[in-house]
Structures are given as C-alpha cells and as structure tokens.
C-alpha cells in the first residue's frame, strides 16, 4: 500500500514539507517524509509505504521559512492511494496515553546519555566524548555505517527528492576486507531530479584545523554523467559551498580522500551529492572519519605559546597567520604590527610578478573551470568570494616557471625566542601535482636559498607552510611555481605573513599591470583599471563589489545597494524596448498609464510594467528589467 502524490516548493528552509501518520484521535503524530529545500521548480514524485496493518490517518503540513513573502510557493497534486490500500469508513479509536514516561533527570540546557548522565547541551556534536558510553557522539557524522542499533547510519539522512537517493546497502564484496554496509545512491521514485543529496544534522563549531577522511568508489560515467561532491551548509545557511568533488570514472576502486574544513561556527552541516545521469553506474562512500576538529581547551600555556582571549593556548607563530586557532578568533585581533601581510583580496599587497619567469600567478576568486582542479574557495573567507593566487599549469609549457617576488626585510639572525618566520597557506591537488619552492634571496648574492620544496599531491585543503629565516643580510622570500608534466596539477597560495620580529624595509610597486589592483596614484589609468572621478586609479574588480574605494565613492555609483526609484531607476534598464517596457512612472498618471488601473497615490516614484496596445502585443512577450552589474559579494548577501 503506497500514498502517492507531486510537489512543488520554492522555499529552501528545512522540513518546509512533512508528512506525519497517527492511528487515534488526536493523537500524536509521526512523522513518516520531509522534504528539504526547494525542488528546483519542478513537480517531483514521491510514494510513501504504509505500514500500518489496521488504520492510520495521514497530514501532509506544509511551513513558510518565515519571511513575509508572497512568492513563497508549496503545492501539492494528484494525491492518491495504491490499489492495494482499503478505505476505512470508521472513526480513528481516541487518543489515550496509557504510558508513563520516567523523569529525565537532566536541565533543559543538558543532554541525557544513553547511560542517564548529563552533559552540557552543546557537548552533543563537539567531536570529543563526554558521555562515558559516548552516545553524546552516536548522531554526529563520523560513521563506518554498519548496521548496528546504535550506529545505523550515525545522523546522516537522506534528503533526496527525485530519481534517486542515498541508502545503506551491503558493500559489494571483493575480499575478505570489503565485507559491510556503505552508502549508496540508489533508484527512488522520483521522476525528474538526477541529483541524490544526504546530509548531516547541525553539528557544533570546529577548529581551524579540522579534517574529514572518507572512502569512495566511483565507476562509470565519466565526463561529468556522475558525480560526487562533498558540501558543507554553514550555519543559517541554505545554500552550500562546494569543498570536494569528482566527476571522473575512477575504475570501480575504493580511494582514500581528506578534505579540508576549516574552522565551522556551530549548526554547520556537511553533506554529500552523488550526480547521475546514465544507467549502470555506481556511486559509493563509506567511513567518515573527522580530525582536529573539537575546539581547544584552556591550559597552563608552555614555552613558545601564547595565551588566547578563552585561555587557550597556541603557538605564538599562529598569532595574525589568517587563520582561527584560538576557536574565538582572538589570535587575529591585534595584528597591526606585523608587517607586510597579505589576504590577496586587493590586489598583491607589495608582492610583485618578476619579469624574468615564463609565466605570471593568476588573481582570481571561486573555484576553477576545471572539476579537481584548485580549491574551491579561499583561504580568508573561506568562501567563492574571496581571492587567492593560482597557477593552471595545463596552459603552460612543462617546466616553465612563475615566480613572485616579496618585499624586502632587514637581516635575521638566529635566536631562538624571536625567530622571524615566514607564514604561507597554499592549496595543491590532483594527479599530476606542480612543484612549489619558496627561496629566501640574499642582498648582495647571486643565488637563492631553498627553504622548502612541496612536489607531492596533499590533502585537499589549505595548509599553512612556516620557514625560519636566519640570515646576516638583507632578504626577501620568491615563491615559485614548477609546472608539472600532466594537465591535473595545480597550486594556489593565499594569506602570506610575516613574524612580528621580521624588520620590513619597503615594499616594491608592481611592474605587471594585469596585477596592479590597488595603484591610487593620479593620471592616466591603463585598461584593467578604473579613474575615479578625482583622477585616481584603482583596480576595475574592485567597481560595484559594495565598496567604495575612490574617495569621491564613484565606484559604486553606477550600482547602489539601495533603490527607492524616487530620483531615477538607478541604472536598472529594459532589455528591449519594444512597447512592452518598464518605465520610470508616478501614481494616478494617464502618460505613463497608472490613472486607469493604479497605483493611485501620486507621492512618488516606482518601476512600472507599461505596454503600448498600437504597436504591442504583449501576450507574446517578455519585460526583462535588468539590473547593475555587481561583483565580489559575500555569502550570505541577500537580494
């Protein structure tokens, strides 16, 4: 016995469809479906087993995502029943509670173990036990997925809603070894959507070095017809951001992937995506494994470490290198006084491309045109907004080199409780890796100093390299990109930073204008710049991206953030003029036609949907209101 029917919903917050079953009167509901998100404006499919032998009454609820929205759309249709269901003409028995529950001894912000103890609610989720039968970690992601009562499917859930969907299934044995349950994207009963999703509940904040390792079998469909991606929802988000993914036939062999998170706020949510479009293909994963992910406690802080504003203790050289060590974001408070660091997010900062390599770092933001190849987001935001530098060596000859040059730094000489390091994050993934050096130069000498070689593929994350620097001279570091043999190999770099202890001399001005971002000098600015209205230049990315960087703000005003349509239209055009336009128009105006139908009230101005009935047939076409051109938002901008 099936129940049957087709929905659509536009609105992405969770649960916003349910479907619960109760077999009395007023009694407690179950619930038995939800759906998540919105179904991509399509009407979707979905049968529901009824498993009651005797009686049961289903409600189908839908909710809004709470927003005062008169576009948010939830419908249903064509509700039916299977032929092998019974009618049942009677009454629902009353509800009676005929079950005493014992008192949980826990407080309302405490979480009761299994064993009946009690933790601190936000213990739940934290990747460390606290409950001594550690069932405050049972629902929590990290999962082998074997069918055990306690362990099942550890908190992941299928959110799914078309052709297929993600459950357990015996892990197709190939030795003795490969014996288990895994996750797999299997056929569902949906019609339209070729996208499985399963994801975690919200989990609690994690540390700046956290990690996930899984297992994955990938066989057929290359080129993009499958795909697996891992994603993460940051918290209150519903959109996610990309980490992982693979579209490549991998042969049907399980591989091993680390993935970097990075440091999460609580109620962050990992999930992942298997893509399929073609028949007889599979898509597996399996252990879920998390590391360094629970957040640092206080401590007695030893030699060489200092002490956060929550009493944790870190590395003094973690202090201002970009990254959220501390858990609270106070070791990247105070940082003023380190010099010459650079987050890449307006330009190179006094970096310079040198003019005697083959090729030059690219500057860009988000991930690459190419699936596994480079990250996905930046190192700083930890988003598709922020900025990195990035080689693609498929266009470039085989070991041909770019290089980029550092600013210059008074001599360092060797001691042991000032150290002058320099702090690097770098990303490199793929089969055919590019090498990364970075050298210190010595004023005065010919050659450089290797202070580290990178060649082998890493985890996929962003990873930070310290160098000591000991030298008698003057010196700057180069940092240098080899080109590899094979068209998967990649390396980015982002949040360069330097020690407190390093003494800066100068910073060198660019020589490469396709990189000079942030040149504020009067006259004549070149083709990948833009003259504010006092003569001066800076960068054309940095326009429109809901920042004023010309003094005068004439960057932005071609794109304000804001339009009340009472002065102009604020840059917003029709696409065609043709008679069925959009106008700048007033209430209650017979020119631009609103005396006849409204709006009425005259005292100001709006965009209004105008046609011509001489010379338009509006029926047959389409009033495209298109806005300003905008760049550089961040994630959670809303429209």
Request: proline content about 3%.
């Amino acid at each position: 016995c099936l129940l049957r029917f087709h929905y659509f919903t536009n609105i992405k917050e969770a649960g916003n469809l349910q479907v619960f079953s109760r077999d009395q009167k007023n009694g407690p509901w179950t619930q038995v479906w939800r759906h998540n998100g919105q179904s991509n404006y399509w009407w979707e499919r979905v049968e529901i087993v009824v498993t009651d032998t005797s009686h049961v009454q289903y409600i189908i609820q839908a909710k809004s995502d709470g927003q005062s929205n008169s576009k948010e759309i939830v419908a249903i249709d064509d509700v039916s029943f299977s032929g092998s269901c019974a009618s049942f003409e009677g009454q629902l028995p009353p509800y009676e509670k005929t079950t005493t529950v014992a008192p949980n001894p826990c407080r309302d912000d405490e979480f009761r173990c299994l064993s009946d103890e009690c933790v601190l609610a936000e213990s739940k989720c934290d990747f460390k036990f606290d409950c001594t039968d550690q069932s405050d970690e049972f629902e929590c992601a990290e999962c082998e997925f074997e069918a055990e009562a306690h362990v099942g499917t550890c908190g992941w859930v299928d959110v799914s809603t078309g052709k297929y969907g993600w459950d357990l299934v015996e892990r197709p044995t190939k030795s003795e070894s490969d014996l288990g349950w895994v996750m797999a994207v299997v056929d569902r009963l949906g019609e339209t959507s070729d996208v499985a999703n399963i994801e975690t509940g919200p989990l609690y904040q994690v540390a700046a070095d956290c990690k996930v390792e899984f297992r994955y079998l990938k066989d057929g469909g290359g080129e993009g017809k499958t795909k697996l991606s891992l994603l993460i929802y940051d918290a209150n988000s519903t959109e996610p951001e990309v980490i992982w993914s693979q579209e490549n036939d991998m042969s049907g062999i399980w591989l091993l992937k680390k993935v970097g998170i990075g440091a999460r706020e609580k109620n962050w949510r990992i999930a992942m995506e298997g893509l399929k479009t073609v028949d007889n293909t599979t898509l597996l994963f399996d252990s879920m494994h998390f590391t360094n992910c629970s957040l640092p406690v206080p401590e007695e802080c030893q030699a060489g470490q200092k002490q956060c504003k929550n009493g944790v203790c870190v590395a003094t050289e973690q202090f201002c290198d970009f990254s959220n060590d501390c858990g609270d974001w106070s070791d990247e408070f105070e940082c003023d006084s380190y010099p010459s660091r650079c987050n890449f997010e307006e330009g190179l900062c006094g970096f310079v491309q040198a003019d005697t390599d083959d090729f030059d770092w690219v500057w860009r933001t988000g991930s690459t045109d190419i699936d596994g190849l480079g990250p996905d987001e930046d190192h700083t935001y930890g988003n598709t907004t922020g900025h990195y530098l990035f080689i693609e060596p498929s266009e470039e000859a085989i070991d041909s080199i770019a290089r980029l040059i550092g600013p210059s730094f008074k001599a360092a000489t060797a001691n042991s409780q000032d150290n002058c390091n320099v702090r690097i994050w770098f990303h490199m993934h793929g089969g055919d890796i590019t090498q990364l050096n970075i050298y210190r130069h010595d004023e005065g000498t010919p050659t450089d100093t290797l202070l580290r070689t990178i060649s082998s593929e890493q985890e996929y994350a962003w990873m930070e390299a310290i160098l000591k620097i000991e030298t008698n001279t003057n010196w700057h570091i180069i940092i240098e990109a080899k080109r590899s043999m094979g068209p998967m190999g990649d390396v980015s770099i982002d949040d360069i930073s330097f020690s407190k202890t390093c003494n800066l001399i100068w910073t060198p001005s660019t020589t490469s204008p396709s990189t000079d971002t942030t040149s504020h000098q009067s006259g004549n600015c070149n083709e990948n710049q833009f003259k504010c209205g006092d003569g001066t230049c800076i960068s054309a990315t940095q326009v429109c991206d809901f920042k004023s960087q010309c003094k005068d703000e004439s960057d932005e005003i071609l794109c304000p953030s804001f339009c009340d349509f009472d002065d102009n239209l604020c840059h917003w055009e029709e696409q065609v003029q043709d008679g069925f336009d959009w106008i700048w128009a007033t209430g209650n105006n017979t020119q631009d036609g609103t005396s006849a139908h409204g709006p009425f009230d005259n005292s100001g101005h709006f965009a209004f949907l105008s046609y011509d009935k001489e010379t338009s047939d509006f029926s047959k076409k389409n009033a495209v209101f298109v806005g300003p051109t905008f760049q550089n938002s961040v994630a959670d901008c809303i429209f």
